[in-house]
């Protein structure tokens, strides 16, 4: 199981980080993705780590502003993200992927019911 938490409403260029905590499974085998999905479109890649500690960012999330990072003592993936804008506001979730990333929702289970971002003034 999935649960991710730390989403709410911030302001324009504020910083939310998410986290998304593990349970029922080993993490050491799995990658974790950050996916998101706003109203009315399709669940996009953000960002994923591998079981290695590797992370990589999906689409044009790798402009500097989000940063993945995990802690397997406390099976626990957080997703920093900075300069937020308008644009991000969308439910977030984290998947699950045997060992290494994806950016295909696919290829990911166990999903989270994911933790709303909204980003307004």
């Known amino acids: 199981q999935l649960v991710e938490s730390g989403g709410g409403l911030v302001e324009p260029g504020g910083s939310l980080r998410l986290s998304c905590v593990a349970s029922g499974f080993s993490m050491d085998d799995y990658a974790i993705g950050w996916f998101r999905q706003a109203p009315g479109k399709e669940r996009e890649a953000v960002s994923c780590i591998t079981n290695k500690g590797v992370g990589s960012f999906y689409q044009n999330f790798d402009e500097g502003r989000f940063t993945i990072s995990r802690d397997n003592d406390k099976k626990t993936v957080y997703l920093q993200m900075n300069s937020l804008r308008p644009g991000d506001t969308a439910l977030y979730l984290c998947?699950?992927?045997?060992?290494?990333?994806?950016?295909?929702?696919?290829?990911?289970?166990?999903w989270g019911q994911g933790t709303q971002v909204t980003v307004s003034s």
């Open positions: 998947g699950r992927r045997r060992y290494g990333c994806s950016g295909q929702t696919m290829f990911y289970d166990n």
